[in-house]
């Protein structure tokens, strides 16, 4: 793609609400448009991460042998009603009246709608464990929508939802997600930490919240610096590993404020070890048992011939907010740098030149379609404008590679850098390298 073509409206002035560095960069790059209050717009640079975000997503989502599907924004208030949750949801639930009066709502979330799915077409013990997944929009009307993307009232989540038999059962697809979670958080580069958490609106027993660490973050976060210390790839994937593996992060002290109590954490955490900062909360996880099966008559066979309420759990992750906590993550010092598995091109052509002398340009071009010939996504920065005005704008669009074609190119050996990394003459065979690397 070259730059002059790519629709990527860099803007400077900011609104007085754009707080936190995600905010201001997402704007600054286009990456991003507020059309109201707490809905976005998603402009093509800031659309590509966030479909990358998604496919890791879904890959290790079907890993663990969850499965895609789609239900509808829009939903009926009728399955609302029998779980008890309508009128218990509150203002924060958007609500419709079609054209005939009938109840309508924006799904804020979709516990009832797969209930509903399930109960119709599963009747036996047989056809259990289940997890079935999708990826769609979702509307809370929050009272104070705010950070842009991080707290809006519309955004992107995964959600999904495990059936079983019996609690046993139920837990040991609760152990799947959470090491699904910490696969992919890991994938993102990003240090998620998983917190004991309060259950709010969606109910039940056990709950995880995913928490990555930033200044920023709106939840107060305490725990026990032993808690970085345990390492997923040392468990492996099997029911009685990641039993212990799930135990083992619940062992040590993490909470966010509305588990957190202070004498608890001072007797628990030597002061040594004892972290107290903000996060932002990236995936949450839940085990609810029949909170939802009672309610809406989902019954299967059991094998000793009863009918029994499914058990259940509902695992989301924030995918457009991750856009943000990964820039949060990412962006120090005025530079960002997308990590590999979601940067936007997977490298950057910066060549010094101007009309009278196109001679870097020219070689950028070769390099270009010497790259896109072998399927990597580049980005060629064909706009005349000067090199250290170049620098600038490539520090927050943070494509981690970088090919700059100035005055240090020699015939076959080009200035490459890693961002944050020092700069280096090398060939291009040995970028291609470290690019596919
Ligand atoms: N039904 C459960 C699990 S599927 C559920 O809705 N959980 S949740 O309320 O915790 O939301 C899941 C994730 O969505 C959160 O961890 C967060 O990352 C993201 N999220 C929730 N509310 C917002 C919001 N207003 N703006 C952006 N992301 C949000």
């Known amino acids: 793609m070259l730059l002059s073509k790519l629709f990527i409206p860099l803007t400077k002035d900011l609104p007085s609400d754009a707080k936190i560095k995600s905010h ?77 009066g009938r109840e309508m709502l924006y799904g804020p979330t979709n516990e009832e709608l797969i209930t509903d799915i399930f109960r119709s077409s599963v009747k036996s013990y047989k056809s259990l464990p289940q997890m079935l997944y999708h990826i769609q929009w979702k509307f809370r009307d929050e009272i104070r929508p705010r950070f842009g993307i991080m707290r809006c009232r519309e955004f992107y989540m995964k959600d999904a939802y495990s059936f079983d038999l019996d609690e046993q059962s139920a837990k040991q697809s609760y152990n799947k997600m959470f090491y699904s979670y910490l696969q992919t958080f890991k994938r993102l580069e990003l240090e998620a930490i998983p917190m004991a958490a309060d259950t709010g609106p969606i109910g039940g027993d056990l709950s995880h919240e995913f928490i990555i660490l930033a200044e920023t973050g709106e939840s107060n976060v305490y725990a026990d610096k032993n808690i970085f210390a345990i390492d997923p790839s040392n468990y492996k994937f099997d029911d009685q590993s990641l039993e212990k593996m799930r135990k083992d992060f619940s062992s040590c002290y993490a909470v966010t404020d509305e588990k957190f109590k202070k004498d608890e954490f001072e007797s628990n955490v030597k002061k040594d070890n004892q972290i107290m900062t903000k996060g932002i909360e990236v995936g949450h996880i839940f085990y609810f048992g029949d909170k939802y099966s009672k309610p809406l008559n989902c019954l299967v066979d059991h094998p000793d011939g009863k009918k029994v309420s499914v058990k259940m759990g509902s695992y989301g992750i924030g995918v457009s907010r991750l856009v943000g906590a990964i820039i949060e993550a990412k962006f120090n010092n005025d530079v960002m740098k997308w990590p590999r598995s979601v940067a936007p091109f997977d490298v950057v052509i910066i060549p010094s030149f101007n009309k009278n002398n196109l001679n870097n340009l020219e070689k950028a071009n070769k390099i270009y379609s010497e790259l896109t010939k072998i399927k990597l996504d580049v980005l060629l920065d064909d706009v005349e404008e000067n090199i250290s005005a170049k620098f600038k704008k490539h520090d927050l669009l943070g494509i981690p590679y970088q090919i700059i074609i100035g005055s240090k190119s020699e015939e076959n050996k080009f200035e490459f850098k890693e961002v944050g990394k020092d700069a280096k003459m090398i060939s291009l065979e040995e970028i291609i390298k470290i690019i596919k690397n």
């Open 24 to 100: 201001q960069l997402m704007l600054r790059t286009g990456m991003i448009r507020q059309s109201a209050a707490g809905i976005y717009s998603w402009l093509p640079l800031g659309f590509k991460v966030m479909k990358k975000i998604e496919a890791v997503v879904r890959e290790e989502q079907n890993k663990i042998g969850a499965q895609e599907m789609l239900m509808p924004t829009i939903q009926s208030a009728d399955i609302w009603k029998e779980s008890g949750r309508y009128n218990d949801y509150g203002e924060e639930m958007l609500r419709i009246k079609d054209r005939q």
